[in-house]
């Protein structure tokens, strides 16, 4: 190259030096496509504060994620991150919409108007997401709308701008000597953002300078009113939340009839779970983004499918049928043997079964399928919610109070025996009584069981890895639980010498989890401790390990624990 080249030593460095800045370029360009799409989501956020609080792009596309991810993935989140798991998937989310906004800006400054056409179908599917999820307004759509606009618009402005710098740069670093070809009033044809005196007459001095300037002063007002707008807005919308001081009011009715605890249904054993889990400490696991907020007032359920009549209910109907307490222990098909996605509460509800029967049910119906109103869907066989001497209710209250909003409120459903995703419905707004033939609930084409009854199971609570026990007499002690059947027998082996009996605390009923323990001498060292149980119709628990999807995890935990000196 060199050798037949006719361009001299100086000209050559001045070619390269005209080339070399389009790297950086690439980065500014990056900038401005996050800025731009940052732009885009705080004005649709702020419109959303305004004008329709079910149009936030941010809730409505992370919502749609939720739904479309793979099982696989959120059993990882689930088992990775815990309770956490939705901020995992925000922190997953909000790092795709940066690369994706960063290659946005990169293609548009390479080959506008490419860049801009890609923000804008970003923005027309996060519009499908709002639109689309159930209970969604027409006037949803708009925040988004206008924050694509502006973002677009944004875009364009931003990357013609470095488009002109990068011009000016290289027409400055191919001939020094040249001066611009730009001036003033064709470098800013839009609107003008914060264009100082100061930066035209530097302009005069170092050629490129006002270009220069421009962009980085229009993507540093920009970011900076994004960022302000947009976390202002999640802010003031999550802080003026009136349903707060509503639910606080909210008075639910006496329960006309108590759960009864039995003497000696709670054991005194440090590290033991309690025998009721506080509102606090209770697990929460769904598919919501961010909890829906309903209000009593406007809240209903509507009762149709294969029913003789169709029944809507308000909140004061609900409770008009006559409150009663129960005790139910709710588990999760996501427990893992050992694990501790269940909990204990006194739940104020009406029975199911009294509400269905307002809408007589039609005979040749085998499921009752409840809906939330975040579309979350339950598939129930209609006989666990029917059968006598079933306690499946609609509960409103939890532990002495109106039903936390995580964990449903105003109403949700409770079905002893089954696991929560297909039968505890949270935020429940819609029955409809059909059959298993005819239609599906949202875990069931993602690889979970239509029909789920909960394993018989039983946990050892302490001692555990974070529990060690100190050599001596030790309580071993946990809970077990078989619900609508009740436990009989629980037993426990250390280092597999053989099964002996634990004590068993007195069981509330046999819907709820029932404590137990046993006295141990424990010597220093590493032993194994297993524990299974025998329910009240005979069945002991099963040894064999199975995985929680389809339908639960079973086997017994058996688990490795140092006893100190
Ligand atoms: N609306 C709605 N209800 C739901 C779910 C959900 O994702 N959305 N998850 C179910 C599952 S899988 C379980 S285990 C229980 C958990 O109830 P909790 O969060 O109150 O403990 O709620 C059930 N009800
Ligand atoms: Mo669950």
Redesign the pocket.
């Known amino acids: 190259m060199a050798t037949t080249t006719t361009a001299s030593p100086s000209q050559n460095d001045a070619t390269r030096r005209a080339r070399a800045p389009r790297k950086r370029f690439w980065v500014f360009a990056a900038i401005a496509g996050v800025v731009s799409a940052a732009a885009l989501l705080a004005v649709a956020e702020v419109i959303a504060l305004v004008i329709a609080r079910d149009g936030s792009p941010v809730l409505a596309v992370g919502s749609f994620v939720v739904d479309i991810v793979p099982r696989w993935a959120k059993e990882f989140a689930i088992a990775t991150f815990g309770e956490n798991d939705k901020l995992f998937l925000l922190a997953s989310i909000g790092l795709a919409v940066v690369v994706a906004a960063a290659v946005a800006g990169v293609l548009q400054y390479l080959r506008p108007p490419i860049g801009a056409v890609v923000l804008a179908l970003a923005g027309a599917l996060s519009v499908a997401a709002i639109v689309t999820r159930t209970g969604a307004t027409a006037l949803a759509s708009v925040p988004t709308i206008v924050g694509t606009l502006v973002g677009v618009v944004l875009l364009h402005l931003m990357v013609r701008r470095l488009r002109r710098w990068h011009a000016a740069a290289s027409a400055v670093a191919a001939d020094p000597a040249t001066t611009p070809a730009t001036d003033a009033a064709t470098t800013f044809p839009g609107p003008a953002v914060a264009v100082s005196a100061s930066a035209v007459s530097t302009a005069a001095v170092r050629p490129g300078a006002v270009d220069r300037r421009a962009f980085i002063v229009m993507t540093v007002v920009a970011a900076a009113a994004s960022a302000v707008v947009g976390t202002g807005s999640r802010v003031l919308a999550a802080a003026t939340s009136s349903l707060r001081g509503i639910r606080d009011a909210l008075k639910i009715p006496a329960p006309a009839s108590t759960v009864t605890v039995p003497a000696g249904a709670e054991l005194d054993i440090p590290g033991l779970s309690s025998l009721f889990t506080s509102n606090a400490d209770?697990?929460?696991?769904?598919?919501?983004l961010t909890v829906p907020e309903i209000d009593p007032a406007t809240w209903s359920l509507t009762i149709g499918g294969m029913v003789d009549k169709e029944v809507t209910l308000s909140f004061q109907d609900l409770l008009d049928l006559g409150v009663d307490e129960y005790a139910i222990t709710?588990t999760?098909?996501s427990n893992e043997v050992g694990g501790y996605?269940l909990?204990n509460a006194r739940w104020v509800g009406v029975p199911i079964r009294t509400v269905l029967a307002l809408a007589a049910p039609a005979s040749g119906a085998d499921m009752l399928l409840s809906k939330?109103i975040?579309g979350?869907t339950?598939s129930t066989p209609l006989s666990a919610v029917t059968d006598d001497g079933i306690d499946a209710i609609f509960a409103v209250a939890m532990n002495g109070e109106p039903l936390p909003f995580?964990?449903?409120f105003p109403v949700r459903m409770i079905v002893p025996g089954l696991?929560?995703?297909v039968s505890?419905?949270?935020?429940v707004t819609e029955l409809k009584v059909t059959t298993f033939a005819a239609d599906q609930a949202y875990w069931t084409p993602r690889g979970y069981a239509a029909e789920a009854p909960i394993k018989l199971s039983s946990r050892i609570d302490t001692p555990r890895i974070d529990k060690p026990a100190t050599a001596g007499a030790v309580k071993v002690a946990g809970v077990a639980w078989a619900q609508t059947v009740g436990i009989d027998k629980v037993e426990v082996n250390f280092d597999d010498q053989g099964w002996q009996p634990a004590t068993l605390a007195t069981a509330i009923n046999d819907d709820t989890w029932v404590q137990w323990f046993v006295d141990w001498q424990a010597t220093p060292g590493s032993h194994y401790i297993a524990v299974r149980a025998t329910d009240k119709a005979g069945k002991l628990q099963t040894d064999e390990r199975a995985p929680i999807a389809p339908d639960g995890s079973s086997g017994w935990q058996r688990m490795l624990i140092t006893v100190k000196q």
């Open positions: 209770f697990y929460r696991v769904d598919t919501a709710l999760c098909v996605l909990g939330s975040d979350f339950a995580e964990h449903g696991y929560g995703y505890a419905t949270k935020w």
